[in-house]
Nanobody, 116 residues
Framework: QVQLVESGGGLVQPGGSLRLSCAAS????????MGWYRQGPGKQRELVAS???????NYADSVKGRFSISRDNAKNTVYLQMNSLEPEDTAVYYC??????????WGQGTQVTVSS
């Protein structure tokens, strides 16, 4: 059974930081492209950042310079370090794993709220 379990969300003040984690099980983690997506209130789900099996990284323009994605294949975990958070970053953050064989898995999401 495949599971992607996000953690680390919460309430933070503007300018603060959070680190999200996504622990995967049931997949050969090292061959998957892992991504973080988010869906804000009344908005469509959007890509935040992704990292391929080879370590190639892509960021949405809105988070460049503030967020950092990384992965630990030994722990089957992908991380999203979020700094200088803004109210516009408020959203449910989802982890996604995709493979070249068209496997596609999502986590259940974790809420991030940026507010004073």
């Amino acid at each position: 059974q495949v599971q992607l379990v996000e953690s680390g969300g919460g309430l933070v003040q503007p300018g603060g930081s959070l680190r999200l984690s996504c622990a995967a099980s049931g997949i050969i983690f090292r061959i998957y492209t892992m991504g973080w997506y988010r869906q804000g209130p009344g908005k469509q789900r959007e890509l935040v950042a992704s990292i391929t099996s080879g370590g190639w990284i892509n960021y949405a323009d809105s988070v460049k310079g503030r967020f950092s994605i990384s992965r630990d294949n030994a722990k089957n975990t992908v991380y999203l370090q979020m700094n200088s958070l803004e109210p516009e970053d408020t959203a449910v953050y989802y982890c996604r794993g995709t493979s070249s064989l068209s496997y596609d898995y999502w986590g259940q999401g974790t809420q991030v709220t940026v507010s004073s």
